[in-house]
């Protein structure tokens, strides 16, 4: 009978725990000390305090001034369209004697990224070495800010790969071996219209090449830990012609970290907050957005209070 008690007992307990009522927190209100006004667009001067004062005592206040990176229409938006894609990069050769063979850049939408003979050839790749200055010399060279977003046959909707091919049709013998061609630098940015910028990749690393060779394995692209490139691998020597690719994770040429708020008040804030402080540093015409949150363990309930601040040059 005790074990049956406490049973329901424990039952109960966990029924309530998950069953706390949460109230959407409608008693929280914003107003500020600002007097100057056009229509319903609060205006201030670059540099001035604006205090914004509250009525209610929600759980938790976030504030977004409105300003790149820190607005509330994008908090929870990790894909936009933005105004270009810039690839960069750096090339140059492992050796002055040999064979230079070809290495060519390219890039696809609709590559699986599964590294195999038959999914590299199905997949569309667009030539781009055009777009791009290649070393000729052991000296390194770059190539070049390109906007991959805007060369023909690349969707800027959806992710890109972005590959090097190093090809060879000469047999190697002791004395004709390939030179290695080494990628020193990989980057690819994303900009948009409101000033920011993501850099999704700052080296080969981050950019997650990986390697695949379809013809004569004796040469083939490796990673270096040391200097952070690829080269191909020209001490052995093969019977053959050479097929090597290295190709990129999918790069998506839409994404941006999602906006951050700034924390008014949360679960650790003793006491009533009944103000915040703020002052805009740039000039321009924003919509500060205050989000108030009451929550649970499993349930969450919030409000906005939004209002048009136009900051203006002193």
């Given amino acids: 009978m005790k074990k049956l008690i406490f049973i329901l007992l424990t039952s109960v ?19 500020t000390n600002i007097v100057a006004k056009a229509g319903d667009t609060i205006v201030i001067t670059k540099g001035d ?13 976030t ?3 409105g300003t790149p990176g820190y607005e509330y229409r994008y908090s929870g938006v990790a894909q936009r369209d933005g105004d270009s894609s810039l690839v960069y990069f750096s090339t140059k050769l492992g050796a002055t004697t040999g064979t230079t063979g070809t290495l060519t850049v390219l890039a696809s939408n609709d590559f699986t990224g599964t590294m195999d003979s038959a999914n ?9 070495t055009q777009k791009f200055k290649l ?15 805007t060369i023909s046959g690349i969707d800027k909707k959806r992710p890109v790969y972005f590959a ?19 990628i020193t630098a990989f980057s690819f940015t994303n900009y948009f219209s409101n000033g920011i910028t993501y850099q999704l990749a700052n080296d080969m690393r981050s950019a997650g090449f990986v390697t695949k060779s379809l013809k004569n394995s004796s040469n083939y692209w490796y990673f270096s830990n040391s200097t952070l ?25 839409r994404c941006v970290p999602a906006d951050a708020g ?16 703020y002052v805009f540093t740039q000039t321009g015409v924003f919509t500060a957005s205050f989000v108030a949150k009451n929550q649970s363990y499993d349930t969450a309930k919030d409000v906005v209070r939004q209002m048009i601040v136009k900051v203006v040059n002193p």
């Fill in 13 to 31: 307990a966990l029924f309530s725990c998950n069953d706390v009522a949460v109230n959407t927190p409608d008693d929280f209100t914003v107003n």
């Fill in 49 to 61: 305090t604006v205090n914004f004062n509250f009525t209610g005592n929600p759980d938790y206040i």
């Fill in 63 to 65: 504030f977004f001034p």
């Fill in 120 to 128: 590299i050839k199905k997949a569309t790749w667009v030539p781009v």
């Fill in 135 to 149: 070393a000729t010399t052991t000296t390194a060279v770059e190539s070049g800010k390109v906007r991959i977003d």
């Fill in 164 to 182: 090097f091919r190093f090809v060879s049709d000469s047999i190697k013998t002791t004395t004709d071996i390939t030179k290695p061609w080494m």
């Fill in 229 to 253: 490139t690829f080269a191909i691998n020209a001490k052995s020597v093969g019977t053959a012609g050479d097929e090597d690719w290295v190709i990129s994770r999918a790069l998506d040429m």
């Fill in 262 to 277: 700034l924390v008014v008040k949360s679960l650790k804030t003793t006491g009533l907050i009944t103000s915040y402080s």
